[in-house]
């Protein structure tokens, strides 16, 4: 059963631009302008008629335009919720203008020693996360540690768990790898290793969608029977301005905002290509948290069931449920 009919989520791209050469994404090895100040003073305005209530300004590495502080403030200003996920290589730089602007505000840290993590980021940011850290909390910030788990670093999330994130008092958010396109992350997280992050979840200050853990035992998402609701739950942005379906990594399709989101998201030929959401050949065994989260949000079904507590837990550690119902 439908819970909610309107998107409640966008990832805007601000660049695919990223510092970072991480080996389990593509985005940054693709060419990319800047999103501009007046077509973001629009769009939010046409996601806040269109019911959106989360705006995750993302890349790339979203803190490489130099008007992020003007985009957060601008949709605070709005009533969004907030979110940023950064590599930590710019926040001491940028952390004093972005102060009280991200409600979710995720340092990537996948390792509990700079070799490690610096390795498979392809660049040395373990001490940039680390000195995000000491700064966020000097400002009156709760950053979370966003930690990809990998059967390669599985046997880490305790170690960072246990030396980074419960003496700083931070959320550890458990993100598990996803394949998609023909990037290659090592194969999907083994059954012993679901297992495993099912039980640490958990655990005090540890957020993981328990639903993740379902849907990838269940073989991800199937076009006979899809969970997947990406295009109607999510918008997806482009930096070029551009409405992306039915999401940004099967990316079927883009359409040019040109200062009318509302009326272009509504329009006939773009929700026959919404209607498609998980039913599409490539959808079939797609787990892709990005899209997977708010798709657990709007429909009553087993996901939903198994989302909702850890769902739940987060919202009240973050203090963001108080804005949902806003």
């Known amino acids: 059963m439908r819970l909610i009919r309107k998107p409640v989520l966008c990832n805007y791209y601000v660049t695919y631009r990223c510092n970072a050469s991480c080996y389990f994404c593509d985005i940054w090895e693709k060419p990319s302008p800047y999103i501009e100040v007046e077509d973001v003073k629009q769009n939010l305005k046409d996601l806040k008629k269109l019911g959106v209530k989360v705006i995750d300004f993302t890349g790339g590495e979203p803190l490489l335009h130099n008007e992020i502080h003007t985009f957060l403030k601008m949709a605070k200003d709005m009533g969004f919720i907030t979110t940023i996920t ?5 926040y001491p730089k940028k952390a004093e203008k972005l102060k009280g602007l991200v409600d979710m505000l995720h340092f990537s840290l996948d390792f509990a020693d700079a070799p490690q993590h610096d390795e498979v980021r392809g660049v040395g940011c373990f001490d940039f996360v680390i000195k995000s850290i000491e700064v966020a909390k000097s400002l009156g910030e709760k950053p979370d540690i966003l ?3 990998m059967n390669s670093n599985i046997a880490e999330l305790e170690k960072v768990y246990n030396s980074i994130c419960l003496p700083n008092n931070l959320v550890l958010i458990v993100n598990p790898i996803f394949d998609y396109n ?10 012993n290793n679901l297992d495993y992050l099912s039980q640490i979840g958990k655990k005090k200050n540890i957020y993981l969608n328990d ?10 998402n199937h076009v006979a029977n899809p969970v997947c609701k990406a295009a109607s739950s999510s918008l997806v942005i482009s930096p070029k301005n551009e409405l992306v379906l039915p999401c940004y990594h099967l990316g079927k399709k883009e359409f040019s905002i040109n200062g009318d989101l509302f009326n272009l998201y509504k329009s006939d030929e773009v929700q026959k290509l919404a209607a498609l959401e998980g039913k599409l050949p490539e959808c079939e065994g797609c787990a892709i948290n990005c899209y997977m989260q708010p798709s657990f949000a709007v429909e009553i079904n087993q996901y939903f069931w198994k989302a909702l507590p850890s769902t ?3 919202n009240r550690l973050k203090g963001t449920w108080k804005n949902i119902f806003q």
């Open 86 to 90: 950064t590599n930590g290589l710019l």
């Open 312 to 314: 739940i837990k987060y």
């Open 147 to 149: 930690f990809t788990a």
């Open 182 to 191: 023909t990037v290659e992350t090592g194969g999907g997280l083994h059954k």
């Open 211 to 220: 639903a993740f853990i379902e849907l990838r035992k269940n073989g991800g």
